[in-house]
């Protein structure tokens, strides 16, 4: 039930700061991390070596950018324990010697390198992606992400899902309020089945909701386009940035050219 | 400024589903007017808002904003002409922060940079809205009447010369009510109030438009509109709270004058309407 908090919680906590990395331009911090993700998880099963050198990459980003480390790590471990029930599938696979068995539970060399590498990834992805909501406000992403031509149409969803999710589940709350006040304590099953009502009530209040935004939107001279706000141009520093981030990625690799 | 914003002629209007909302509305609005439309649920209000802003199309009869008829190929200009704020400011501000949702009306407008800045400065500075404060805020995190304020202002910035509200006051606490009525009383713009709010409609409009059954039953001076309390009643509509107090009554305000008089030697103005019950 993380999705109950996004509501309520600032999920932007350090983005007031002013450091270097808070200087970039948002389009141009959604670019650097984009590239090193992609980076990262291109990178094939067992390069140690490179991810340890964009480890030290992200690490050099995130004191730079003076996160709050608690908070940071707070996020991380929540994040990293969905990720890890993905991560038990991935131990126990076929290849390379035997380590340990159990019935057909079995470790492998193979296996313990495919674990290590996707922890590895999902890791240092997660660090990145986490400095980016700390720094950013969601709007600032919503809008960096017009600016770097994601289409309009598509940036407008993701703002009105951004917007109404709270909405949403406050309403969802209420009328889960309003059923226990009416003594919806009886039985489990029959509990299941009035949620589960309510969740259908919410698609179609959702639904007419929808209706009446867009006969709001209508009403302030909307046209089928959102238009978008112009986003501050590129300076000197934002192309330094993605450069030396471009680097980082091809030195990463470079390690294990023959 | 138009001198006359908004005529409407024998105006029809029936839902897919066989309802008939509006029949034959005859309706002519002059400019600076303040109007309330008033009426009980399901008689008309909201559809007949719907169509000065062009969301629902004439039926029958015709619509004509400024010297727009209401058609397809005016629809652009008739918003621009008349601003619509809806009842629930949850329905109207979809954009994340309050000033991406301000600035929605007049960037379909087509204003960009510093003009459009100073128009949502200045819609925010008529709201009573500070733009250092609530700028940046999250629409998700204000209270129903700074929702209601956000929802004005984004109406405001796109300057029309009518402004057409459903049920301003509903879903506001005391102080923010009292703000609001306020607030329109300092916009001189047209002003078209359907509200089941009557003590409101009394306090701000001079004019009252009584719908019933989709049909204009009543058009006159608010007072003597709300002070009919049998025609009221036949339209299950009743009189404004501010007629129907005790305090109300003559005497009592001539025993209440004495106490303040005699009291501590100082006049306090009531400001109690003497209406005979």
Known sequence: MLLLHIGGVRLDVDSHKQTSWHD???????????????????????????????????????LASRVTFSVLLKRFAVELSFV????????????GEVLWQWGWLRITTTGLTVLGSVTLKAGLSLLLLNLLVLTTPIPVLLQALGALRVPPLLVAI????????????????????????RNLMSNRRWHRLVIGNAIGALFIRTYERGERVHYAMLSRGYDGLPHLRKMPKNQRRDILALTSTALLALLGQAVYLK | ??????????????????????????????????????????????????????ILLPQEGQVVVGEYQMAPKNLRNIRNFVGLVFQNPDDQIFMPTVWEDIA?????????????????????????????RYAQRNAQNLSGGEKKRVAIAGVLAMQPQVLVFDEPSAQLDPRSRR??????????LTQLIATHD??????????????????????????????????LER???????????????????????????????????????????
């Open chain 1, 158 to 181: 993701l703002a009105s899902m951004y917007r109404y999710i709270g909405v949403l589940i406050e309403e969802f709350n209420s009328m889960q309020r309003a059923a226990v006040s």
């Open chain 2, 198 to 231: 009557l003590d409101l409609a009394l306090e701000l409009c001079d004019r009252t438009i009584v719908l019933s059954e989709g049909k204009v039953v009543g058009d006159g001076a608010t007072e003597q509109i709300l002070g009919d309390r049998d025609f």
């Open chain 1, 84 to 95: 890890g029930v993905i991560l038990l599938g991935t131990l126990f696979r076929d290849g």
């Open chain 2, 235 to 277: 339209h299950h509509l009743e009189s404004p709270l501010s007629y129907s107090r005790p305090y109300c009554l003559l005497e009592d305000v001539q025993a209440i004058d004495s106490v303040t008089q005699n009291g501590n030697g100082k006049m306090v103005g009531l400001g109690v309407k003497a209406i005979e019950i």
């Open chain 2, 179 to 188: 703000q609001l009525i306020y607030l329109l009383q300092s916009l001189p």
């Open chain 1, 24 to 62: 970039l331009t948002p389009q141009i911090r959604i670019s650097c991390v984009l590239l090193m993700v992609l980076a990262i998880a291109l990178t094939p099963n067992g390069r140690w070596w490179t991810w340890a050198i964009y480890g030290v990459g992200i690490l050099g980003v995130l």
């Open chain 2, 104 to 132: 929605f009306g007049p960037m379909n407008q087509g204003l960009q940079g510093k003009e459009l800045d100073d128009r949502c400065t200045l819609s925010m500075h008529a709201v009573g809205l500070d733009p250092e």
């Open chain 2, 1 to 54: 400024m138009h001198h006359n914003p908004i005529s409407i002629e024998n105006l029809s209007y029936i839902y897919p589903d066989g309802t008939q909302a509006l029949k034959g509305i005859d309706l002519h609005i002059k400019a600076t007017e303040r109007v309330a439309l008033v009426g009980a649920n399901g008689s008309g209000k909201s559809t007949l808002l719907q169509h000065l802003n062009g």
